[in-house]
Protein backbone atom coordinates (compact mmCIF):
# COMPACT_ATOMS: atom_id res chain seq x y z
CA UNK A 1 0.00 0.00 0.00
CA UNK A 2 2.72 2.73 0.46
CA UNK A 3 4.34 1.63 -2.18
CA UNK A 4 1.25 2.26 -4.20
CA UNK A 5 0.68 5.52 -2.42
CA UNK A 6 4.74 6.84 -3.31
CA UNK A 7 4.17 5.74 -6.58
CA UNK A 8 0.63 7.72 -6.99
CA UNK A 9 2.61 10.56 -5.02
CA UNK A 10 5.24 10.60 -8.16
CA UNK A 11 3.20 10.36 -10.51
CA UNK A 12 1.28 13.31 -9.20
CA UNK A 13 4.23 15.38 -8.75
CA UNK A 14 5.48 14.47 -12.09
CA UNK A 15 2.48 15.79 -13.94
CA UNK A 16 1.99 18.51 -12.08
CA UNK A 17 5.63 19.83 -12.99
CA UNK A 18 4.83 18.96 -16.98
CA UNK A 19 1.97 21.31 -16.38
CA UNK A 20 3.48 24.04 -14.57
CA UNK A 21 6.18 24.06 -17.39
CA UNK A 22 3.19 24.53 -20.08
CA UNK A 23 2.34 27.50 -18.13
CA UNK A 24 2.75 30.86 -19.80
CA UNK A 25 1.06 33.88 -18.07
CA UNK A 26 -0.02 37.37 -19.35
CA UNK A 27 2.19 38.97 -17.23
CA UNK A 28 4.99 37.24 -18.06
CA UNK A 29 4.15 38.66 -21.59
CA UNK A 30 4.21 42.16 -20.35
CA UNK A 31 7.36 41.55 -18.90
CA UNK A 32 8.47 40.76 -22.48
CA UNK A 33 7.29 43.48 -24.03
CA UNK A 34 8.74 45.73 -21.40
CA UNK A 35 12.28 44.79 -22.63
CA UNK A 36 11.57 46.61 -26.14
CA UNK A 37 13.59 43.87 -27.88
CA UNK A 38 13.15 43.95 -32.05
CA UNK A 39 12.07 40.50 -33.42
CA UNK A 40 15.93 39.75 -33.98
CA UNK A 41 16.88 40.88 -30.75
CA UNK A 42 14.25 38.15 -29.02
CA UNK A 43 15.53 35.46 -31.56
CA UNK A 44 18.86 35.95 -30.02
CA UNK A 45 18.02 36.24 -26.41
CA UNK A 46 16.50 33.01 -27.27
CA UNK A 47 19.59 31.89 -28.80
CA UNK A 48 17.62 30.73 -32.22
CA UNK A 49 20.33 30.99 -34.52
CA UNK A 50 19.76 32.55 -38.41
CA UNK A 51 21.06 32.44 -41.05
CA UNK A 52 20.83 33.73 -44.69
CA UNK A 53 18.63 31.98 -47.22
CA UNK A 54 16.92 31.87 -50.43
CA UNK A 55 13.40 32.24 -50.84
CA UNK A 56 11.27 29.52 -50.18
CA UNK A 57 9.34 27.53 -53.03
CA UNK A 58 6.90 25.98 -51.49
CA UNK A 59 5.01 22.56 -52.21
CA UNK A 60 1.49 22.70 -51.06
CA UNK A 61 0.06 18.70 -51.59
CA UNK A 62 1.40 15.71 -49.80
CA UNK A 63 1.29 14.59 -53.71
CA UNK A 64 3.13 17.61 -54.92
CA UNK A 65 5.70 16.78 -52.14
CA UNK A 66 5.90 13.65 -53.28
CA UNK A 67 6.34 14.27 -57.09
CA UNK A 68 9.07 16.85 -56.32
CA UNK A 69 11.05 13.89 -53.31
CA UNK A 70 11.18 11.58 -56.80
CA UNK A 71 12.79 14.68 -58.67
CA UNK A 72 15.44 15.54 -55.82
CA UNK A 73 16.06 11.50 -55.52
CA UNK A 74 16.51 11.69 -59.27
CA UNK A 75 18.87 14.37 -59.32
CA UNK A 76 21.05 13.52 -56.29
CA UNK A 77 24.98 12.79 -56.05
CA UNK A 78 26.50 12.31 -53.09
CA UNK A 79 23.87 11.73 -50.38
CA UNK A 80 20.12 12.26 -49.00
CA UNK A 81 19.22 12.66 -45.42
CA UNK A 82 15.66 12.15 -44.65
CA UNK A 83 13.83 12.47 -41.45
CA UNK A 84 10.41 11.48 -40.96
CA UNK A 85 7.92 11.61 -37.81
CA UNK A 86 5.86 8.92 -40.11
CA UNK A 87 7.31 6.20 -42.52
CA UNK A 88 5.37 3.25 -43.48
CA UNK A 89 5.39 0.33 -45.75
CA UNK A 90 2.31 1.18 -48.29
CA UNK A 91 1.59 0.82 -52.11
CA UNK A 92 1.76 4.89 -51.89
CA UNK A 93 5.34 5.11 -50.23
CA UNK A 94 6.77 2.33 -52.36
CA UNK A 95 8.06 4.47 -55.10
CA UNK A 96 9.71 6.61 -52.61
CA UNK A 97 11.40 4.02 -50.73
CA UNK A 98 12.48 1.98 -54.41
CA UNK A 99 14.13 5.43 -55.61
CA UNK A 100 16.29 5.80 -52.44
CA UNK A 101 17.19 2.30 -52.96
CA UNK A 102 18.35 2.61 -56.45
CA UNK A 103 20.08 5.77 -55.87
CA UNK A 104 21.65 3.82 -52.68
CA UNK A 105 22.59 1.07 -54.66
CA UNK A 106 24.48 3.73 -57.47
CA UNK A 107 26.58 4.93 -54.43
CA UNK A 108 24.59 7.94 -53.12
CA UNK A 109 24.75 7.64 -49.34
CA UNK A 110 20.82 7.22 -47.87
CA UNK A 111 20.21 7.85 -44.49
CA UNK A 112 16.73 7.79 -42.86
CA UNK A 113 15.15 8.41 -39.80
CA UNK A 114 11.72 7.70 -38.73
CA UNK A 115 10.00 7.91 -35.21
CA UNK A 116 8.80 4.95 -33.49
CA UNK A 117 5.06 6.54 -33.48
CA UNK A 118 5.31 5.01 -37.39
CA UNK A 119 4.06 1.29 -35.39
CA UNK A 120 1.27 2.37 -34.51
CA UNK A 121 -0.42 4.35 -37.80
CA UNK A 122 -3.88 3.01 -38.35
CA UNK A 123 -5.44 2.48 -42.22
CA UNK A 124 -7.86 5.83 -42.22
CA UNK A 125 -10.96 5.05 -40.87
CA UNK A 126 -10.26 1.69 -39.41
CA UNK A 127 -8.52 0.44 -36.55
CA UNK A 128 -5.89 -1.70 -38.74
CA UNK A 129 -2.56 -1.24 -38.29
CA UNK A 130 -0.51 -0.40 -40.72
CA UNK A 131 3.20 -1.54 -41.27
CA UNK A 132 6.29 0.74 -40.38
CA UNK A 133 8.63 1.07 -42.83
CA UNK A 134 11.68 -0.22 -40.79
CA UNK A 135 12.08 -3.98 -42.14
CA UNK A 136 11.01 -2.88 -45.88
CA UNK A 137 13.95 0.02 -46.25
CA UNK A 138 16.63 -2.65 -44.63
CA UNK A 139 15.07 -5.40 -47.33
CA UNK A 140 16.13 -2.80 -49.32
CA UNK A 141 19.41 -2.70 -48.25
CA UNK A 142 18.56 1.31 -47.03
CA UNK A 143 19.93 3.11 -43.99
CA UNK A 144 17.29 3.11 -41.28
CA UNK A 145 17.43 4.03 -37.76
CA UNK A 146 14.44 4.44 -35.54
CA UNK A 147 13.65 6.75 -32.82
CA UNK A 148 12.95 6.10 -29.54
CA UNK A 149 11.55 3.12 -30.14
CA UNK A 150 8.52 2.03 -28.25
CA UNK A 151 9.70 -0.37 -26.18
CA UNK A 152 8.67 -2.30 -22.70
CA UNK A 153 11.76 -0.62 -21.21
CA UNK A 154 10.37 2.58 -21.55
CA UNK A 155 7.61 2.16 -20.09
CA UNK A 156 8.94 2.73 -16.74
CA UNK A 157 10.51 5.85 -18.18
CA UNK A 158 7.35 8.07 -19.46
CA UNK A 159 8.91 10.81 -20.60
CA UNK A 160 11.26 9.03 -22.37
CA UNK A 161 8.38 7.08 -23.82
CA UNK A 162 7.23 10.62 -24.89
CA UNK A 163 9.70 12.17 -26.34
CA UNK A 164 8.92 11.97 -30.51
CA UNK A 165 10.69 13.21 -33.44
CA UNK A 166 8.40 15.13 -35.05
CA UNK A 167 10.61 16.78 -37.40
CA UNK A 168 9.81 16.06 -41.53
CA UNK A 169 13.15 17.38 -43.15
CA UNK A 170 14.90 16.38 -46.60
CA UNK A 171 18.71 17.43 -47.28
CA UNK A 172 19.94 16.79 -50.29
CA UNK A 173 23.51 17.34 -51.71
CA UNK A 174 24.41 20.34 -48.95
CA UNK A 175 22.31 22.18 -51.26
CA UNK A 176 18.44 21.67 -50.46
CA UNK A 177 16.97 21.65 -47.77
CA UNK A 178 13.46 21.24 -47.34
CA UNK A 179 11.52 21.24 -44.02
CA UNK A 180 7.69 21.26 -42.82
CA UNK A 181 5.08 18.71 -42.19
CA UNK A 182 4.83 16.42 -44.81
CA UNK A 183 5.09 12.83 -43.73
CA UNK A 184 6.56 9.19 -46.02
CA UNK A 185 3.28 7.58 -44.84
CA UNK A 186 -0.46 6.56 -47.12
CA UNK A 187 -2.48 9.82 -45.31
CA UNK A 188 0.05 12.30 -45.79
CA UNK A 189 1.17 11.94 -49.62
CA UNK A 190 -2.01 9.61 -51.21
CA UNK A 191 -5.20 10.39 -48.69
CA UNK A 192 -7.29 11.38 -50.50
CA UNK A 193 -5.68 9.29 -53.89
CA UNK A 194 -3.38 12.33 -56.13
CA UNK A 195 -3.42 14.74 -53.26
CA UNK A 196 -2.78 13.47 -49.91
CA UNK A 197 -3.22 15.88 -47.19
CA UNK A 198 -3.39 19.98 -47.92
CA UNK A 199 0.24 20.56 -46.58
CA UNK A 200 3.05 22.17 -46.92
CA UNK A 201 7.64 21.56 -47.31
CA UNK A 202 9.41 25.09 -47.56
CA UNK A 203 12.05 24.42 -49.48
CA UNK A 204 15.41 26.63 -49.42
CA UNK A 205 18.95 27.08 -50.29
CA UNK A 206 21.16 28.30 -47.01
CA UNK A 207 24.76 26.55 -46.19
CA UNK A 208 24.31 28.05 -42.81
CA UNK A 209 21.28 26.03 -42.16
CA UNK A 210 21.92 23.25 -44.20
CA UNK A 211 25.00 22.80 -41.99
CA UNK A 212 22.97 22.77 -38.71
CA UNK A 213 20.24 20.85 -39.57
CA UNK A 214 22.82 17.83 -40.92
CA UNK A 215 24.38 18.46 -37.37
CA UNK A 216 21.39 17.54 -35.82
CA UNK A 217 20.23 14.51 -37.98
CA UNK A 218 24.02 13.45 -37.16
CA UNK A 219 23.43 14.02 -33.55
CA UNK A 220 20.31 12.13 -33.36
CA UNK A 221 21.28 9.34 -36.01
CA UNK A 222 24.09 8.52 -33.77
CA UNK A 223 22.16 8.26 -30.61
CA UNK A 224 19.78 5.46 -32.68
CA UNK A 225 22.15 3.59 -34.87
CA UNK A 226 25.01 1.97 -34.10
CA UNK A 227 26.42 2.95 -37.43
CA UNK A 228 27.75 6.25 -36.98
CA UNK A 229 28.12 8.76 -38.97
CA UNK A 230 29.84 12.15 -38.79
CA UNK A 231 28.98 15.81 -39.74
CA UNK A 232 32.02 16.32 -41.51
CA UNK A 233 31.55 13.79 -44.15
CA UNK A 234 28.63 15.70 -45.33
CA UNK A 235 29.57 18.84 -47.60
CA UNK A 236 27.38 21.22 -47.99
CA UNK A 237 27.95 24.19 -50.31
CA UNK A 238 29.11 27.26 -49.60
CA UNK A 239 27.48 30.55 -51.01
CA UNK A 240 24.12 31.27 -51.89
CA UNK A 241 24.27 32.48 -56.00
CA UNK A 242 24.70 36.27 -55.94
CA UNK A 243 21.88 36.30 -58.12
CA UNK A 244 19.06 34.84 -55.39
CA UNK A 245 16.87 36.74 -53.98
CA UNK A 246 17.42 35.93 -50.16
CA UNK A 247 16.43 36.57 -47.18
CA UNK A 248 17.05 35.66 -43.27
CA UNK A 249 16.04 32.58 -41.98
CA UNK A 250 15.62 31.59 -38.37
CA UNK A 251 16.09 27.89 -37.80
CA UNK A 252 14.19 26.46 -34.90
CA UNK A 253 14.94 22.57 -33.01
CA UNK A 254 13.27 22.35 -30.46
CA UNK A 255 13.70 19.25 -27.40
CA UNK A 256 12.92 19.49 -24.20
CA UNK A 257 14.34 20.33 -22.22
CA UNK A 258 17.59 21.41 -23.02
CA UNK A 259 16.62 23.51 -26.55
CA UNK A 260 12.91 24.20 -25.49
CA UNK A 261 12.27 26.54 -28.32
CA UNK A 262 8.59 26.23 -29.31
CA UNK A 263 7.45 28.31 -26.52
CA UNK A 264 9.49 31.27 -27.31
CA UNK A 265 8.13 31.15 -31.04
CA UNK A 266 4.48 31.21 -29.82
CA UNK A 267 5.62 34.12 -27.60
CA UNK A 268 6.96 36.06 -30.11
CA UNK A 269 3.50 35.81 -32.52
CA UNK A 270 1.47 36.69 -29.67
CA UNK A 271 4.01 39.70 -28.82
CA UNK A 272 5.09 41.19 -32.12
CA UNK A 273 1.20 41.06 -33.87
CA UNK A 274 -0.06 44.35 -33.82
CA UNK A 275 -2.84 43.80 -36.26
CA UNK A 276 -3.75 40.03 -37.75
CA UNK A 277 -2.24 36.66 -36.43
CA UNK A 278 -2.90 33.31 -38.38
CA UNK A 279 -2.60 30.11 -36.83
CA UNK A 280 -3.17 27.17 -39.39
CA UNK A 281 -3.30 23.62 -37.88
CA UNK A 282 -5.62 20.54 -38.47
CA UNK A 283 -6.87 19.62 -34.88
CA UNK A 284 -6.38 21.91 -32.07
CA UNK A 285 -5.43 20.83 -28.38
CA UNK A 286 -5.51 24.05 -26.24
CA UNK A 287 -4.38 24.41 -22.93
CA UNK A 288 -4.66 27.53 -20.71
CA UNK A 289 -1.19 28.66 -21.40
CA UNK A 290 -1.82 28.93 -24.86
CA UNK A 291 -4.84 30.07 -24.45
CA UNK A 292 -3.48 33.07 -22.57
CA UNK A 293 -0.52 33.58 -25.39
CA UNK A 294 -3.74 34.30 -27.62
CA UNK A 295 -5.74 36.48 -25.45
CA UNK A 296 -3.13 38.84 -24.44
CA UNK A 297 -2.55 39.06 -28.69
CA UNK A 298 -6.71 40.14 -28.51
CA UNK A 299 -6.94 42.53 -25.94
CA UNK A 300 -4.33 44.71 -27.60
CA UNK A 301 -6.57 44.67 -30.63
CA UNK A 302 -5.04 42.18 -32.59
CA UNK A 303 -7.65 39.74 -35.08
CA UNK A 304 -6.71 36.05 -33.97
CA UNK A 305 -7.71 33.70 -36.94
CA UNK A 306 -7.52 29.89 -36.27
CA UNK A 307 -8.09 27.40 -39.30
CA UNK A 308 -8.90 23.95 -38.31
CA UNK A 309 -9.47 21.00 -40.84
CA UNK A 310 -12.46 18.63 -41.48
CA UNK A 311 -11.74 14.98 -43.18
CA UNK A 312 -9.40 13.57 -40.56
CA UNK A 313 -8.58 10.23 -40.95
CA UNK A 314 -9.26 9.54 -37.35
CA UNK A 315 -12.41 9.72 -35.67
CA UNK A 316 -10.82 10.36 -32.04
CA UNK A 317 -8.43 12.93 -33.04
CA UNK A 318 -11.12 15.24 -34.49
CA UNK A 319 -13.84 14.64 -31.24
CA UNK A 320 -10.79 15.66 -29.03
CA UNK A 321 -10.05 18.46 -31.26
CA UNK A 322 -13.52 20.19 -31.25
CA UNK A 323 -13.50 20.04 -27.46
CA UNK A 324 -10.99 23.11 -27.63
CA UNK A 325 -13.34 25.35 -30.20
CA UNK A 326 -15.43 27.05 -27.73
CA UNK A 327 -12.36 27.93 -25.36
CA UNK A 328 -11.38 29.73 -28.53
CA UNK A 329 -14.58 31.26 -29.46
CA UNK A 330 -14.78 32.48 -25.98
CA UNK A 331 -11.40 33.67 -26.32
CA UNK A 332 -12.45 35.96 -29.06
CA UNK A 333 -10.72 33.62 -32.08
CA UNK A 334 -12.46 33.41 -35.44
CA UNK A 335 -12.38 29.70 -35.82
CA UNK A 336 -12.29 28.56 -39.38
CA UNK A 337 -13.18 25.03 -40.46
CA UNK A 338 -11.29 24.03 -43.71
CA UNK A 339 -13.79 21.42 -45.92
CA UNK A 340 -11.64 20.66 -48.67
CA UNK A 341 -13.78 19.78 -51.87
CA UNK A 342 -11.68 16.48 -52.61
CA UNK A 343 -11.84 15.43 -48.97
CA UNK A 344 -8.46 16.21 -48.40
CA UNK A 345 -7.49 16.94 -44.60
CA UNK A 346 -5.23 20.13 -44.03
CA UNK A 347 -2.42 18.95 -41.91
CA UNK A 348 -0.31 22.45 -42.28
CA UNK A 349 1.33 23.69 -39.73
CA UNK A 350 1.69 27.49 -40.69
CA UNK A 351 1.38 30.54 -38.51
CA UNK A 352 1.46 34.02 -40.02
CA UNK A 353 1.49 37.46 -38.06
CA UNK A 354 0.87 40.58 -39.47
CA UNK A 355 2.03 39.07 -42.89
CA UNK A 356 5.38 39.70 -42.27
CA UNK A 357 5.94 36.86 -39.64
CA UNK A 358 6.13 33.40 -40.50
CA UNK A 359 6.85 29.94 -39.09
CA UNK A 360 6.29 26.70 -41.11
CA UNK A 361 7.80 23.06 -40.33
CA UNK A 362 6.56 20.70 -37.70
CA UNK A 363 5.04 22.47 -34.47
CA UNK A 364 1.92 22.38 -34.08
CA UNK A 365 0.11 25.03 -31.35
CA UNK A 366 0.38 22.66 -28.80
CA UNK A 367 1.50 21.74 -25.82
CA UNK A 368 3.12 18.42 -27.10
CA UNK A 369 5.32 20.72 -29.52
CA UNK A 370 6.29 23.03 -26.52
CA UNK A 371 7.57 19.72 -24.53
CA UNK A 372 8.15 16.44 -25.50
CA UNK A 373 7.47 17.08 -29.67
CA UNK A 374 11.41 17.57 -31.20
CA UNK A 375 10.50 19.76 -33.70
CA UNK A 376 11.52 21.69 -36.67
CA UNK A 377 10.89 24.90 -37.75
CA UNK A 378 11.54 27.72 -40.20
CA UNK A 379 10.95 31.68 -39.11
CA UNK A 380 11.01 34.52 -41.46
CA UNK A 381 10.33 37.67 -40.58
CA UNK A 382 9.73 38.95 -44.58
CA UNK A 383 6.67 40.81 -45.80
CA UNK A 384 7.59 39.03 -49.23
CA UNK A 385 7.11 35.40 -47.40
CA UNK A 386 4.34 36.90 -45.40
CA UNK A 387 2.55 38.33 -48.55
CA UNK A 388 2.73 34.97 -50.35
CA UNK A 389 1.11 33.15 -46.94
CA UNK A 390 -1.18 35.41 -46.83
CA UNK A 391 -2.65 34.55 -50.36
CA UNK A 392 -2.52 31.11 -49.74
CA UNK A 393 -4.51 30.85 -46.68
CA UNK A 394 -6.86 33.45 -49.06
CA UNK A 395 -6.77 30.76 -51.28
CA UNK A 396 -7.77 27.92 -48.29
CA UNK A 397 -10.53 30.21 -46.58
CA UNK A 398 -12.18 29.81 -50.19
CA UNK A 399 -13.35 26.33 -48.75
CA UNK A 400 -13.90 27.39 -45.41
CA UNK A 401 -16.69 28.22 -42.86
CA UNK A 402 -16.84 30.36 -39.80
CA UNK A 403 -17.58 28.19 -36.67
CA UNK A 404 -20.36 29.44 -34.70
CA UNK A 405 -20.46 29.78 -31.09
CA UNK A 406 -23.84 27.03 -31.26
CA UNK A 407 -21.60 24.74 -33.39
CA UNK A 408 -18.83 24.59 -30.91
CA UNK A 409 -21.16 24.52 -27.80
CA UNK A 410 -22.06 21.13 -29.57
CA UNK A 411 -19.22 19.65 -29.63
CA UNK A 412 -18.74 19.64 -25.79
CA UNK A 413 -18.98 16.30 -24.28
CA UNK A 414 -17.54 14.12 -21.91
CA UNK A 415 -16.30 11.87 -24.64
CA UNK A 416 -14.93 14.86 -26.31
CA UNK A 417 -13.47 16.12 -22.77
CA UNK A 418 -11.56 12.54 -22.39
CA UNK A 419 -9.92 12.48 -25.89
CA UNK A 420 -9.10 15.85 -25.56
CA UNK A 421 -7.23 15.42 -22.36
CA UNK A 422 -5.53 12.73 -23.70
CA UNK A 423 -4.38 14.40 -26.63
CA UNK A 424 -2.67 16.83 -24.54
CA UNK A 425 0.39 14.28 -24.15
CA UNK A 426 -0.78 11.86 -27.31
CA UNK A 427 -1.85 13.77 -30.08
CA UNK B 1 15.33 -4.10 2.30
CA UNK B 2 13.24 -5.04 -1.18
CA UNK B 3 10.49 -2.29 -0.49
CA UNK B 4 13.54 0.44 -0.02
CA UNK B 5 14.42 -0.81 -3.13
CA UNK B 6 12.01 -0.52 -4.98
CA UNK B 7 11.13 2.95 -4.07
CA UNK B 8 14.98 3.89 -4.44
CA UNK B 9 14.53 2.64 -8.15
CA UNK B 10 11.35 4.74 -8.30
CA UNK B 11 13.11 7.71 -6.98
CA UNK B 12 16.07 7.35 -9.12
CA UNK B 13 13.75 6.66 -12.30
CA UNK B 14 11.55 9.98 -11.48
CA UNK B 15 14.95 11.64 -11.48
CA UNK B 16 15.96 10.81 -14.23
CA UNK B 17 13.28 12.20 -16.46
CA UNK B 18 14.57 15.41 -16.39
CA UNK B 19 17.56 15.02 -18.23
CA UNK B 20 17.00 13.35 -21.32
CA UNK B 21 18.67 14.02 -24.95
CA UNK B 22 21.74 14.21 -24.58
CA UNK B 23 24.27 13.22 -27.40
CA UNK B 24 25.80 11.13 -27.30
CA UNK B 25 24.42 9.16 -24.78
CA UNK B 26 26.61 8.86 -21.76
CA UNK B 27 24.17 7.14 -19.30
CA UNK B 28 21.39 4.94 -18.06
CA UNK B 29 20.45 2.03 -16.50
CA UNK B 30 21.62 -1.61 -16.75
CA UNK B 31 19.58 -4.79 -15.70
CA UNK B 32 20.49 -8.30 -15.53
CA UNK B 33 19.64 -11.59 -14.53
CA UNK B 34 22.33 -13.91 -12.87
CA UNK B 35 23.11 -16.93 -11.16
CA UNK B 36 26.20 -17.93 -9.12
CA UNK B 37 27.78 -21.32 -8.59
CA UNK B 38 29.67 -20.00 -5.92
CA UNK B 39 29.97 -20.55 -2.00
CA UNK B 40 30.03 -16.82 -0.96
CA UNK B 41 27.17 -16.27 -2.73
CA UNK B 42 23.64 -17.21 -2.57
CA UNK B 43 22.72 -19.92 -5.76
CA UNK B 44 19.35 -18.71 -6.59
CA UNK B 45 19.10 -16.34 -9.11
CA UNK B 46 20.38 -12.54 -9.22
CA UNK B 47 18.25 -9.61 -10.66
CA UNK B 48 20.57 -6.42 -10.69
CA UNK B 49 19.62 -2.86 -11.38
CA UNK B 50 22.84 -0.38 -12.35
CA UNK B 51 23.63 2.77 -13.37
CA UNK B 52 26.02 2.89 -16.17
CA UNK B 53 28.52 5.31 -17.52
CA UNK B 54 29.85 5.87 -20.37
CA UNK B 55 32.53 8.21 -19.86
CA UNK B 56 34.03 8.18 -23.35
CA UNK B 57 31.13 8.21 -25.46
CA UNK B 58 32.73 9.29 -28.40
CA UNK B 59 35.13 6.77 -28.69
CA UNK B 60 33.73 3.95 -30.82
CA UNK B 61 35.17 1.37 -28.05
CA UNK B 62 34.11 3.22 -24.97
CA UNK B 63 34.17 1.30 -21.48
CA UNK B 64 31.57 1.65 -19.66
CA UNK B 65 31.36 1.59 -15.55
CA UNK B 66 28.00 0.15 -13.62
CA UNK B 67 27.10 0.38 -10.32
CA UNK B 68 24.23 -0.88 -8.30
CA UNK B 69 22.55 -3.82 -6.33
CA UNK B 70 21.70 -7.57 -7.18
CA UNK B 71 18.87 -8.84 -5.45
CA UNK B 72 18.06 -12.59 -5.04
CA UNK B 73 14.90 -14.43 -3.94
CA UNK B 74 15.39 -14.85 -0.34
CA UNK B 75 16.22 -11.28 0.57
CA UNK B 76 19.85 -11.32 0.04
CA UNK B 77 21.17 -8.21 -1.09
CA UNK B 78 24.54 -7.52 -2.80
CA UNK B 79 26.32 -4.06 -4.43
CA UNK B 80 28.46 -4.36 -7.14
CA UNK B 81 30.89 -2.17 -8.94
CA UNK B 82 32.23 -2.57 -12.36
CA UNK B 83 33.59 -2.02 -15.67
CA UNK B 84 32.77 -3.64 -19.35
CA UNK B 85 34.58 -3.17 -22.61
CA UNK B 86 33.62 -3.73 -26.24
CA UNK B 87 36.02 -6.38 -27.71
CA UNK B 88 34.88 -5.53 -31.09
CA UNK B 89 31.49 -4.02 -33.12
CA UNK B 90 30.88 -5.86 -36.59
CA UNK B 91 27.99 -4.10 -38.12
CA UNK B 92 27.38 -6.84 -40.40
CA UNK B 93 26.79 -9.99 -38.53
CA UNK B 94 24.30 -13.08 -38.81
CA UNK B 95 21.80 -12.29 -36.41
CA UNK B 96 20.88 -9.24 -38.25
CA UNK B 97 17.71 -10.68 -39.24
CA UNK B 98 16.76 -11.77 -35.23
CA UNK B 99 15.82 -7.73 -34.58
CA UNK B 100 13.49 -4.81 -36.11
CA UNK B 101 16.13 -2.26 -35.63
CA UNK B 102 19.71 -2.09 -37.06
CA UNK B 103 22.55 -3.73 -34.73
CA UNK B 104 25.69 -4.30 -34.16
CA UNK B 105 27.20 -7.94 -32.95
CA UNK B 106 29.49 -6.16 -29.80
CA UNK B 107 31.14 -8.60 -27.32
CA UNK B 108 32.05 -7.40 -24.01
CA UNK B 109 34.06 -8.62 -21.65
CA UNK B 110 33.38 -7.10 -18.04
CA UNK B 111 35.38 -6.61 -14.12
CA UNK B 112 33.67 -6.46 -11.30
CA UNK B 113 34.03 -6.62 -7.52
CA UNK B 114 30.37 -8.17 -5.25
CA UNK B 115 29.74 -6.82 -1.77
CA UNK B 116 27.65 -8.59 -0.24
CA UNK B 117 25.72 -6.01 1.82
CA UNK B 118 24.12 -8.18 4.71
CA UNK B 119 27.38 -9.30 6.11
CA UNK B 120 29.19 -5.74 4.80
CA UNK B 121 31.74 -8.14 3.03
CA UNK B 122 33.90 -8.32 -0.19
CA UNK B 123 33.29 -11.59 -1.53
CA UNK B 124 33.77 -11.84 -5.23
CA UNK B 125 35.67 -10.95 -8.23
CA UNK B 126 33.82 -11.54 -11.27
CA UNK B 127 35.43 -11.75 -15.00
CA UNK B 128 32.45 -11.56 -17.60
CA UNK B 129 32.44 -12.20 -21.11
CA UNK B 130 29.40 -11.89 -22.81
CA UNK B 131 29.74 -13.45 -26.41
CA UNK B 132 26.08 -12.57 -27.64
CA UNK B 133 25.98 -8.56 -27.08
CA UNK B 134 24.04 -6.73 -29.49
CA UNK B 135 24.47 -2.87 -29.52
CA UNK B 136 21.71 -0.51 -30.61
CA UNK B 137 22.84 2.84 -29.60
CA UNK B 138 20.51 3.53 -27.05
CA UNK B 139 20.32 0.24 -25.72
CA UNK B 140 22.58 -2.61 -25.41
CA UNK B 141 21.23 -6.37 -25.38
CA UNK B 142 23.33 -9.41 -24.34
CA UNK B 143 22.29 -13.10 -23.51
CA UNK B 144 23.96 -16.01 -22.32
CA UNK B 145 27.01 -14.14 -20.55
CA UNK B 146 29.63 -16.85 -18.78
CA UNK B 147 31.05 -15.05 -15.45
CA UNK B 148 34.18 -16.83 -13.82
CA UNK B 149 33.58 -15.68 -10.61
CA UNK B 150 37.04 -15.51 -7.94
CA UNK B 151 35.64 -16.64 -4.10
CA UNK B 152 37.24 -14.13 -2.13
CA UNK B 153 36.48 -16.05 1.21
CA UNK B 154 37.44 -19.70 -0.24
CA UNK B 155 40.13 -17.97 -2.55
CA UNK B 156 38.71 -20.45 -5.30
CA UNK B 157 37.08 -20.31 -8.17
CA UNK B 158 33.64 -20.52 -9.08
CA UNK B 159 31.31 -19.89 -12.39
CA UNK B 160 28.51 -18.30 -13.16
CA UNK B 161 25.13 -17.21 -15.91
CA UNK B 162 24.51 -13.59 -16.95
CA UNK B 163 20.66 -15.17 -18.89
CA UNK B 164 20.54 -11.89 -19.97
CA UNK B 165 21.38 -8.06 -19.77
CA UNK B 166 19.87 -5.17 -20.79
CA UNK B 167 21.43 -1.42 -21.15
CA UNK B 168 18.91 1.41 -21.62
CA UNK B 169 20.82 5.07 -21.82
CA UNK B 170 18.66 7.83 -21.15
CA UNK B 171 20.70 10.77 -21.03
Known amino acids: MNSKRTLLFIATIFLFSLLILSCSTTARLEKLASESWDFTEFMDQHEIPSFSSTLPVYYNTGAEWNARTLELIEQAQDYILVCTFLGVEHISTEPVWQALAKKAAEGVRVYILIDSSSNFQLIPFTDEFIQAAYMRLRELGLEVAEYNSLSLSNLFFPVHLFDRNHQKYWVVDGEILAVGGININHTSIAWPPGIGNIDSMAEVFSPGALQAVVNIFVDIWNNYSPNHLKATDFEVKDSIPLTADTTELWLLDHYWPTQSKVSAMFDALSLYAQDELWLIQGYTYITPALLDRLKYAIERGVTVNVMLSEYSTQAKYEIASRYGILDLIDAGVNVYMYTSPEGAFLHLKLMVSDGKLVTIGSANYNFRSQTLSRELNFIFEDERIGSTALDYIEELLQHCRLVTREEAESYRSFKSWFFNVLMQVWG | ?171
Do not use: C
Open chain 2, 1 to 171: MRKKMIIILLFLSMVTQGILFAAPWWGGYRVAFDGYAVDAIATSEHLSFDLNITPFPNLSYSPSVQAGLAMSAGEHLLATLGADIPLFKLHTHPFQSFFRRTSAYTPTLGLATIFDLNTEELVAAVLTLQPLMFDFSDKQVGILGFHAVWDIKTESWGWGLRLFEISHYLW
